[in-house]
């Protein structure tokens, strides 16, 4: 409930302070003195957009301020208590709104977001202009007002938490097929690498080895001649080394009969010559060995280039490119895991798509019989405020599949979204023989708001805000129909606080509480003032509402005895 309203600098309003209490609140007061503009501020502190042009001349911000208390149990309360705000302390908003654009929000005294706002304030007050502007003729809240009246929204609720499951699933959906055929590409690449490093059969060191193979192939000749004369001056050759050692030992033998000392070198001189021996047989071997093959050259000449090539392809050695081969195993085993990963989520999008399904179905179902219910409650209520023949209808149909919209959220050619298969519109003729026609095409200002009045009436009970306002309701009535829409505006403060700005003494004398706003000039400045009235001003009030400017003692009387009520 709205228990106090604050305005500074805002329009023509210098400073205004209203104190609001339960029931049936009315505002009145001559055109133009200042009625919307404090429906303005009561929009902007509900979450409308702010701008600077709301500020009063002179100023540098306009500041607004607004208490509720909020009732234990309510919406709004447990979502004060999910973002943290002590609801026994009320809730206190407040909106600055400055020239340079730098808009400011607090609540309960600290800054806030729109978006906490937003969601503080939809379940807290609503506010029906002379066209509705909350929504009551806002076709995309029919369906929602439907809902509400059929008692329909866990059901309602269950297809928007069916449908939100879905959404992410979808977006993974997208993204491993993006990933998909982007991986087709790649897989390519990859099992082309893959043959390609594997048909080379490599091994760790092989390089190494080939490139000294290569290298004694190329230098065979060489080796074999630097070996082959090795063998001829060490051994085989006439006068070759191990001839003269033999004669240099039995000459030393022969002087160690003179001296034996000399046996020990002579000794050693055999020792070398069996060294050389040795190393000879070593030559030979080496030698049986060395290979002149033109082809296994060509031969290892070809595989060191392949060797090669794949380092400078995967990484600059034998051991990286084995260690992308590896990678590229699990890059591909990664391929057909994605595939199984797309399955699975197509699995659980058909899963999904039927519970959405089945919930929208029953959704649907239920909303035929209840839309031909409040169809009827609607009339009745029309009749009541002077509309006899009016006929109502709420048409249903559905919402078509647009292109490239997802199976999932679709059936048989219509789709599905938050709220099921279904569009509500509300239908209406005015008069007998003509067509009904969507309630948005009413011209009678009127009329329209007898039909906002009625479904206000309907809805009283399943309405979650504790504050609606009520802004020139009597647009286009009078007579007995203001009479009647005054009696329903005091049957609605039963169940809500109820605000009304009315021009009619009809529906003003209803009131639990009435405040008169004017405007005066003071200083050369124009301002707006708001006094809430006693029983003799109040008999004034209405008085002038009936009377005009002139006031005799027969509008007094009359006003008198309209309040007597």
Do not use: W
Not at 35 to 63: P, Q
Not at 153 to 165: F, G, S, T
């Amino acid at each position: 409930m709205l228990q106090e309203l604050s305005i500074k600098n805002f329009a023509i309003i210098d400073d205004l302070h209203i104190r609001f209490s339960e029931g049936l609140t009315i505002l009145t007061g001559e055109t133009g003195a200042g009625k919307s503009i404090i429906i303005n501020a009561v929009n902007l502190l509900l979450g409308s957009r702010a701008n600077s042009g709301f500020i009063r001349t002179g100023a540098d911000a306009a500041e607004l301020e607004a208490l509720f208390e909020i009732m234990p149990g309510s919406r709004v309360a447990q979502i004060m208590e999910e973002q943290g705000y002590n609801r026994s302390e009320g809730l206190l908003i407040r909106r600055i709104v400055a020239r340079n654009e730098k808009h400011r929000i607090y609540i309960n005294g600290s800054m806030a977001s729109m978006k906490t706002l937003n969601l503080l304030t939809e379940n807290l007050a609503s506010i029906s202009g002379q066209h509705a502007h909350q929504g009551l003729l806002n076709e995309d809240q029919h369906l929602l007002i439907l809902d509400q009246f059929g008692g329909l929204m866990l059901i309602r609720e269950n297809v928007k938490a069916a449908h939100q499951e879905i959404l992410p699933l979808l977006q993974r959906l997208d993204e491993l097929n993006e990933s998909k055929q982007r991986q087709i590409e790649r897989m390519e690449i990859l099992l082309y690498q893959k043959q390609e490093i594997e048909d080379a059969q490599i091994r760790v060191g092989e390089d190494t080895e080939i490139e000294r193979e290569l290298l004694l192939l190329k230098n065979s000749e060489t080796l074999y001649q630097a070996v082959y004369s090795g063998i001829e001056e060490l051994y085989s050759a006439q006068n070759a080394i191990v001839e003269r050692l033999v004669e240099v030992k039995k000459r030393l033998e022969k002087a160690c009969q003179i001296d034996p000392e000399l046996c020990s070198k002579a000794e050693s001189i055999a020792d070398t010559k069996f060294q050389i021996e040795d190393i000879v047989d070593g030559l030979r071997t080496y030698l049986d060995n060395i290979r002149i093959d033109a082809k296994r050259l060509e031969h290892i000449d070809d595989r060191l280039d392949l060797l090669k090539k794949l380092r400078r392809k995967y990484g600059g050695s034998l051991e990286s490119v084995l260690a992308h081969l590896e990678s590229v195993n699990k890059d591909l085993s990664g391929i057909e895991n994605l595939s199984d990963a797309i399955a699975e989520t197509e699995n659980t999008l058909k899963q999904k798509h039927t519970e959405l399904l089945k919930s929208a179905l029953d959704l649907s179902e239920k909303r035929k019989k209840t839309a031909e219910i409040l169809g009827h409650k609607v009339e009745t209520e029309l009749e009541s405020l002077r509309m006899g023949k009016a006929s109502f209808r709420i048409l249903l149909d559905k919402t078509p599949v647009r292109e490239g919209s997802s199976p999932y959220l679709s059936f048989k050619g219509v789709s599905i979204n938050d709220t099921g298969i279904d569009r509500a519109t509300f239908l209406i003729s005015t008069n007998v023989g003509e067509e009904v026609k969507p309630l948005a095409n009413i011209a009678s200002g009127g009329e329209l708001s007898r039909v906002v009045l009625a479904l206000r009436a309907i809805l009283v009970k399943t309405e979650s805000v504790e504050t609606v306002v009520f802004d020139e309701v009597d647009s286009g009535i009078g007579g007995s129909v203001a009479e009647v829409v005054g009696q329903k505006l005091l049957g609605l403060s039963k169940y809500h606080q109820v605000i009304c700005i009315t021009h009619l003494a009809q529906i003003a004398k209803f009131g639990d509480h009435h405040y008169r706003i004017s405007k005066n000039v003071c200083d050369g400045r124009t301002r707006t003032n708001i006094e809430p009235l006693n029983q003799t001003e109040r008999v004034n009030e209405i008085a002038r509402m009936l009377g005009g400017i002139t006031m005799t003692q027969t509008t007094l009387d009359h006003a008198l005895e309209m309040l007597k009520r």
